[in-house]
């Protein structure tokens, strides 16, 4: 079940709803069916049913919401008079997108092989380090709706750069933001959602604070920042680049000093890779203004400097 469920999680149509701007669309159609899902199975688990029940109740609601949307979308595209076409072959549309493709198959795996190679060289750290990484992927997760709006608002800027700019900035100072409340109110989450069991302190919260705040800044870089600059690529090969070397240096630190610095280290990746896309895209220093010399026609008098 659990599996059938994360697999669900990729059936999300945020993608149409970003191109064609209609964020209450998406609130409606997608958001709500899938938080509608997850309320009714805590509201089961707290009458004694299974954390089986729960997930099922969950799965349920990402389908409902993938029947609800599909409805709405279709519907909407037939009163504007589209008509249905055929569709080119997913390997040409994979190639097409190819940078996006191996961008995000990079990310998915360097969120994924963390944990596992820590469970693998340190299974006395594990505990903590799933506890804080698990933790910090759901406040990430929150902040998803946030790269969405910039993702669809960047693009629609007369100049891009300058979007892009004042994104970077505002994005800036909201991850630092960020970093200070997970701080602050990191262990009472810790606290209630470890149930007293598992804890996380020190180091392991400070790492799980700024993870969070490197992990937002990256996927709003990534995602809102590169694609209207037509550098999608710089995304891909940063993110294959830093984890080759992430990966080792995780099973080091793991096996050397702890679960603190383990997630330490992957925010050290992360940060390098977010910079490393930054100076690629040419939006790290986007003040900057390419001076091209005005070139005098063959029959124009330059004789007074012009």
């Known amino acids: 079940m659990g599996a059938v469920s994360t697999a669900a999680i990729g059936l999300s149509s945020n993608w149409f709803f970003v191109g064609t701007v209609q964020p209450y669309a998406l609130l409606f ?13 805590v509201v089961l688990m707290e009458m004694g049913s299974s954390a089986g029940i729960g997930v099922l109740c969950q799965l349920l609601g990402m389908l409902s919401a993938f029947v609800v949307e599909s409805f709405v979308i279709l519907r909407g595209l037939s009163r504007q008079g589209a008509t249905a076409c055929d569709p080119r072959p997913i390997g040409q549309v994979l190639r ?8 995000s198959v990079g990310s998915a795996s360097l969120n994924a092989l963390p944990v596992v190679i820590v469970a693998w060289v340190r299974p006395d750290v594990q505990p903590v380090y799933a506890f804080a990484d698990k933790l910090a992927r759901q406040i990430v997760t929150a902040m998803s709706p946030i790269v969405t709006v910039f993702q669809g608002w960047v693009p629609r800027g007369k100049p891009v750069l300058k979007r892009a700019h004042q994104v970077l900035v505002i994005s800036l100072a909201g991850c630092l933001l960020l970093v200070l409340g997970v701080v602050a109110f990191g262990p009472f989450l810790v606290g209630y959602l470890g149930g007293g069991v598992i804890s996380v302190k020190g180091l392991a919260l400070l790492a799980m604070s700024l993870y969070v705040g490197a992990q937002v800044l990256e996927n709003i870089v990534s995602h809102a920042v590169l ?12 993110t294959w680049a830093t984890g ?11 096996l050397r000093a702890g679960a603190g610095v383990a997630l330490m280290v992957v925010v050290a990746g992360l940060v390098i890779r977010t910079i490393w896309e930054l ?5 790290a220093t986007p003040w900057r203004r390419a001076v091209v010399p005005r070139r005098a026609l063959p029959d124009e008098d330059t004789s007074h400097g012009r």
């Open 227 to 238: 694609p209207p600059l037509h550098a999608v690529r710089a995304a891909a090969i940063s």
């Open 279 to 283: 100076v690629a895209a040419g939006a």
């Open 96 to 103: 097409g997108q190819g940078d996006g493709v191996f961008a």
């Open 29 to 41: 159609s997608e958001t709500l069916p899938r938080v509608l899902g997850t309320l009714l199975g």
């Open 244 to 254: 080759m070397v992430t990966l080792p240096l995780v099973a080091v630190a793991a």
